[in-house]
């Protein structure tokens, strides 16, 4: 039973390029989170998500960022004209439900924006 | 003020010492979190509490509700236990949202 993963674990992108993030949750969680950790700061959330639906993405920043959970396939952050400032970890986790349900995190994708 | 305090910041200790390290929060929550990462690795959930007291082998944890405050505590304490420990909560916002609002973590470095 695979835990969450996340791919690419390192993403080198140039100015401008758009980057692509995906999360697999572990198999029957439903609930996805998205959490941003830039360099020397503590972890910071962007979006939750629920198949096919966006459920709280007051972390996001309003512009080039987005986030899916399709159906079918992973979860997908997607950041669109990257900035030096976006070089950071991205770590995603899942979970069966809300409220005092466990949490599984993946092991993150380091951007670095060149 | 951030929501999630942890101390200390960061936490040296001696192979074998007993460690505590210390969180507290200021918001209502439904479950307060204790995780490890280890430099550039992933983030491994080590406690969930709602109340009371959880051991899983050398590491104990401890919810105060009242006192809005946990205790992550490392007996007999190993080079390996070195990483970063970081307190997350979930709070209690209403609504339907999960997120974490997170400490900013303990750096811990056990030498042997």
């Known amino acids: 039973n695979a835990g969450v993963m996340q791919n690419p674990r390192h993403l080198v992108r140039r100015r401008g390029q758009e980057a692509r993030l995906r999360c697999s949750p572990v198999k029957g969680h439903s609930h996805v989170y998205w959490y941003r950790q830039l360099p020397e700061e503590g972890l910071k959330f962007m979006v939750y998500l629920q198949k096919e639906n966006i459920i709280d993405e007051s972390g996001m920043p309003k512009e080039r960022f987005s986030a899916e959970f399709p159906k079918e396939g992973p979860s997908i952050l997607r950041i669109q004209q990257v900035v030096r400032g976006d070089s950071a970890a991205y770590f995603c986790?899942?979970?069966?439900?809300?409220?005092?349900?466990?949490?599984?995190f993946g092991s993150g994708t380091r951007l670095t924006v060149v | 003020k951030n929501e999630v305090e942890q101390s200390p910041q960061n936490l040296t200790a001696q192979e074998g010492e007993f460690i505590t390290i210390n969180c507290s929060y200021s918001v209502g929550i439904s479950a307060l979190h204790w995780l490890q990462q280890h430099p550039g690795g992933g983030i491994v959930s080590l406690f969930m509490l709602s109340s009371g007291k959880k051991k899983h082998g050398r590491l104990i944890a401890t919810i105060n509700i009242q006192e809005k405050h946990s205790s992550l505590h490392i007996t007999a304490s190993h080079p390996r236990d070195s990483a970063v420990y970081i307190c997350?909560?979930?709070?209690?916002?209403?609504?339907?949202?999960?997120?974490?609002?997170f400490g900013t973590g303990t750096l811990l470095a056990v030498q042997p």
């Open positions: 997350a909560v979930g709070p209690n916002y209403g609504g339907a949202t999960n997120k974490l609002i």
């Open positions: 986790a899942s979970s069966p439900g809300t409220g005092t349900y466990g949490y599984t």
